[in-house]
């Protein structure tokens, strides 16, 4: 009980936004900002873009690595800071500075909802999906981070606590025979060939994946992932000439709008699980995924979908349909979430060596003690620091975006209100 005259210590409340960038390729939140050559972006992977032959060879032609990986710091008024990395380059970092800056400025890091449903509702007139929210997330991350770090506590402990001692992987990349071998619980491989590339695309496929069945043997869980680049007739043939594959999930297979197809692939193989969610966008884009009961399992990026606060809603919205929810990637910030959990049984590890076949950081080299999977699990006692429990490396050369969007090649800054005009004067039309 606290004496009379007393008051409750104040929260510190935050007091600067930064952004800041990532220098060359292979660090920081963007997946797909890596060198030529890796896997993830130079060996042969359909894509929606598969249907045209001059982008068939590499995802970068098309431009899957475009905006870059960004940072946000929130630094708190006792001097904490939290931090965050996910992928949206300059123009996110334009969006921090010219929109959403204005609500944290001075607000309380533990309101993190009201902080989401304010910047999510601002942005409505032209986000809802896509970029604008992936900013949001990262600021979230970075707002969780703050948080952990002021209250001396890992995130996972702030948002349920341990569910296990334990946490386990799979490992999406082009050889599960070496996702095998570390230890991994399953594998997944992308697709090479696209509906765009007629039936010797769906020799090939079928080719590819008996190839990879035989390799790891008959029992270890194989998924593939369709990145958004099948329809629903195609789906349903390759699913069916796989069966005695022993698939245990496709993943991604429609574009993530055509939720009347997951419909359709359900009634042809309603025996068969089919994932998807990693390119939806907050709770109300998972909803009809979650009601219709068509999918299987469900697959947000915690880096896209809105942070760890919006992704918490999503969670218990699928937990009271049984749906289990396995995030895409996102290296430790899905980690926290994952084994806060109960319906989140593993996670997937992206393989960020160029082969494929050893496991190094998700995030490069952007900070120095990123946990990784050993033997394909990770002990939970590992993310017992506070926040996020990543430390920054010096040597990372991250650039202060301010003085990008200062230069002219930025975006121009908000426009101003038009001069009034005086009677009897004549307004100046320069620019």
């Known amino acids: ?20 960038l990532t220098q060359g390729v292979g660090s920081g939140g963007d ?55 996910g992928f949206g380059g300059p123009p996110a970092c334009w969006l921090v500075a010219q929109h959403f800056r204005r609500f944290l400025i001075g607000a309380d890091p533990r309101d993190t ?9 601002a942005s409505m007139f032209y986000g809802r999906k896509g970029l604008p929210v992936a900013v949001i997330s990262v600021i ?28 386990d992987f799979y490992c999406t990349g082009p050889a599960p025979e070496a996702a095998k071998a570390m230890g991994f619980s399953g594998a997944k491989v992308p697709l090479p060939y696209s ?55 496709w993943e991604e297979c429609l574009s993530p709008d055509d939720f009347d197809g997951h419909a359709l692939l359900k009634r042809a193989h309603p025996t068969i699980k089919f994932t998807t969610g990693e390119h939806e966008f907050s709770r109300y884009g998972f909803r009809k995924l979650i009601e219709g009961r068509h999918i299987d399992i469900l697959q947000p990026d915690v880096m896209w ?16 349909y049984d749906l289990p929810v396995v995030p895409h990637a996102s290296g430790p ?6 084994v806060s959990q109960t319906n989140s049984p593993f996670q997937e590890y992206l393989a960020n060596s160029p082969d494929g076949k050893s496991v190094l950081p998700v995030f490069g080299n952007l900070f120095t003690n990123e946990p990784i999977p050993t033997k394909g699990y990770l002990d939970v006692s590992e993310l017992d620091k506070p926040g ?35 009677e009897g004067t004549e307004v100046d039309g320069s620019t």
Not at 113 to 121: A, G, S
Not at 333 to 338: E, G, I, L, R, T
Request: aromatic share 10%; hydrophobic share 35%; charged share 25%.
């Open 31 to 85: 997946y797909h900002n890596v060198k030529g050559g890796h896997w993830l972006i130079d060996s042969k992977i359909s894509t929606p873009m598969s249907g045209y032959e001059q982008y068939r060879a590499s995802r970068t032609s098309w431009g899957i690595n475009v905006l870059g990986s960004f940072c946000v710091e929130l630094e708190a008024t006792d001097g904490t800071k939290g931090f965050a990395t």
């Open 140 to 167: 979230d991350l970075a707002m969780w981070d703050l948080l952990g770090k002021i209250r001396n506590e890992p995130v996972y402990k702030m948002i349920g606590g341990a569910t296990r001692e334990r946490l």
């Open 113 to 121: 909802n009201h902080l989401f449903e304010q910047m999510y509702r």
């Open 195 to 249: 509906p765009g590339e007629g039936p010797e695309g769906m020799r090939k496929n079928i080719e590819f994946l008996r190839k990879h069945r035989e390799a790891v043997g008959p029992d270890f869980p194989l998924r593939v992932d369709c990145y958004m680049s099948l329809n629903v007739p195609y789906t349903i043939e390759i699913a069916e000439k796989c069966k005695d594959l022993n698939i245990d999930w």
């Open 333 to 338: 910030y899905s980690y926290h979430f994952v």
């Open 305 to 320: 979908v809105g942070g760890m606060t919006e992704l918490l809603k999503v969670s218990a919205m699928a937990s009271a």
């Open 1 to 20: 009980m606290a004496s009379k005259g007393s008051s409750v210590a104040s929260f510190p409340t935050i007091k600067e936004v930064r952004t800041l």
């Open 388 to 422: 996020f429990g990543l430390e920054i490396n010096p040597e990372a050369g991250l650039i202060d975006a301010a003085s990008v969007l200062n230069q002219n090649s930025a975006p121009g800054k908000t426009l101003q209100p038009p001069p009034q005009e005086e």
